[in-house]
């Protein structure tokens, strides 16, 4: 009897040679998408797939993409081409010199000084791929994560004063925000309009920051995700976790503000109520669900669960199972 073989695992060296090819595909495609490939690709590796999986998704998820296309890069000025799409290929250019005078580590820094305060960027999608880049140890990567980030820089509307607020009362005074009469139908639009009201100016900046701000944020989206299953709120739960990669290089030992800020505009874009509590108890272990996400099509369940596993992993808690558990299907 003929006993099978077991899958060769997927190696660094392997997404890498992905990544490399990969520098061919524009950061967005139809428009307005984030390409979601490279950050997919780095979390299937760390949960275990094997090369043999890890090439059959890029394939498949390469059906979609778009080429990068060839622009005339030009120099970069902060005013002018902070949050313009059309300067992806200037921002490249920008920090392969950064990297090359600085080190990475050191341009890093300096670019998440200038990009944290427009941390939603893309619905979370700068910060997201740059936290995987940086998992994946590849500069191309890192280079490309930035400028989709600062291409797409989104500040949102904040004014300082005011008494800091705990979590449920900053998440109870933003539950008495008005409707927008009118938003996009995409994330990133859905913010724009409910950080478009003054009153969100003058509210959303209030969450009082702590040593376990960022913590307590990416618990609630993880409650709050098993609790309704929002496409909206799975993106805070990944941007918490690439906060998470990135805490080593932020400007200040505090959580940004512009994070909590971000947070804010999601957690109303999403529609849905935040939910301090878990729902209920997970029921399966984490190596049946990390081998579950391996196998799955859609890069948003790959990437929660690499991230609620990783989170899980740096602060032990029930509700990154159960998040885990919602998103995948029935």
Same mark, same amino acid.
């Given at each position: 009897?003929?006993?099978?073989?077991?899958?060769?695992?997927?190696?660094?060296?392997?997404?890498?040679?992905?990544?490399d090819?990969?520098?061919?595909?524009?950061?967005t495609?139809?428009?307005?998408?984030?390409?979601?490939?490279p950050?997919?690709?780095?979390?299937?590796?760390e949960?275990?797939?094997?090369?043999?999986?890890?090439?059959?998704?890029?394939?498949?998820?390469?059906?979609?993409?778009?080429?990068?296309?060839?622009?005339?890069?030009?120099?970069?000025?902060?005013?002018?081409?902070?949050?313009?799409?059309?300067?992806?290929?200037?921002?490249?250019?920008?920090?392969?010199?950064?990297?090359?005078?600085?080190?990475?580590a050191?341009?890093?820094?300096?670019?998440?000084?200038?990009?944290?305060?427009?941390?939603?960027?893309?619905?979370?999608?700068?910060?997201?791929?740059?936290?995987?880049?940086?998992?994946a140890?590849?500069?191309?990567?890192?280079?490309?994560?930035?400028?989709?980030?600062?291409?797409?820089?989104?500040?949102?509307?904040?004014?300082?004063?005011?008494?800091?607020?705990?979590l449920?009362?900053?998440?109870?005074?933003?539950?008495?925000?008005?409707?927008?009469?009118?938003?996009?139908?995409?994330?990133?639009?859905?913010?724009?309009?409910?950080?478009?009201?003054?009153?969100? #100016?003058?509210? %959303? /900046?209030? @969450?009082?920051? *702590?040593?376990?701000?960022?913590?307590? $944020?990416?618990? &609630?989206?993880? =409650?709050?995700?098993?609790?309704?299953?929002?496409?909206?709120?799975?993106?805070?739960?990944?941007?918490?976790?690439?906060?998470?990669?990135?805490?080593?290089?932020?400007?200040?030992?505090?959580?940004?503000?512009?994070?909590?800020? #971000?947070?804010? %505009? /999601?957690? @109303?874009?999403? *529609?849905?109520?935040?939910?301090?509590? $878990?729902?209920? &108890?997970?029921? =399966?272990?984490?190596?049946?669900?990390?081998?579950?996400?391996c196998?799955?099509?859609?890069?948003?369940?790959?990437?929660?669960?690499?991230?609620a596993?990783?989170?899980?992993?740096?602060?032990?808690?029930?509700?990154?199972?159960? #998040?885990?558990?919602?998103?995948?299907?029935?």
């Amino acid at each position: 009897m003929l006993m099978k073989t077991a899958a060769a695992p997927a190696t660094l060296a392997g997404l890498h040679h992905l990544l490399d090819a990969g520098q061919a595909w524009s950061a967005t495609y139809r428009g307005a998408l984030s390409n979601h490939l490279p950050m997919a690709q780095q979390a299937l590796l760390e949960m275990g797939a094997s090369a043999e999986r890890l090439q059959a998704f890029t394939e498949r998820e390469g059906t979609h993409l778009e080429p990068r296309a060839v622009a005339r890069a030009g120099h970069i000025v902060v005013e002018r081409d902070l949050g313009r799409p059309d300067s992806d290929a200037a921002w490249r250019c920008h920090f392969v010199a950064r990297m090359a005078e600085l080190g990475p580590a050191a341009a890093l820094r300096e670019a998440l000084a200038l990009l944290l305060p427009g941390a939603g960027a893309i619905a979370f999608h700068g910060l997201i791929r740059t936290a995987h880049a940086v998992l994946a140890g590849h500069e191309g990567e890192l280079v490309a994560g930035l400028a989709h980030w600062a291409a797409h820089f989104m500040p949102l509307p904040v004014r300082d004063g005011g008494t800091p607020l705990p979590l449920a009362d900053w998440l109870a005074a933003l539950s008495t925000l008005p409707r927008p009469s009118a938003s996009g139908g995409l994330i990133t639009g859905r913010m724009q309009a409910w950080a478009g009201s003054p009153a969100f #100016a003058d509210l %959303a /900046g209030r @969450l009082h920051h *702590g040593p376990d701000t960022l913590r307590e $944020l990416a618990l &609630l989206a993880a =409650r709050t995700y098993a609790a309704s299953g929002n496409f909206t709120v799975l993106h805070l739960l990944t941007a918490s976790h690439a906060m998470s990669v990135l805490q080593p290089c932020w400007p200040t030992p505090e959580l940004p503000r512009g994070f909590s800020v #971000a947070a804010a %505009a /999601g957690l @109303l874009a999403s *529609g849905v109520a935040p939910a301090l509590a $878990l729902d209920r &108890l997970p029921s =399966r272990p984490w190596p049946a669900l990390l081998s579950a996400a391996c196998a799955q099509d859609d890069a948003h369940v790959i990437k929660l669960t690499h991230a609620a596993w990783r989170l899980g992993r740096l602060w032990p808690d029930p509700a990154w199972r159960r #998040a885990v558990e919602r998103s995948m299907p029935a």
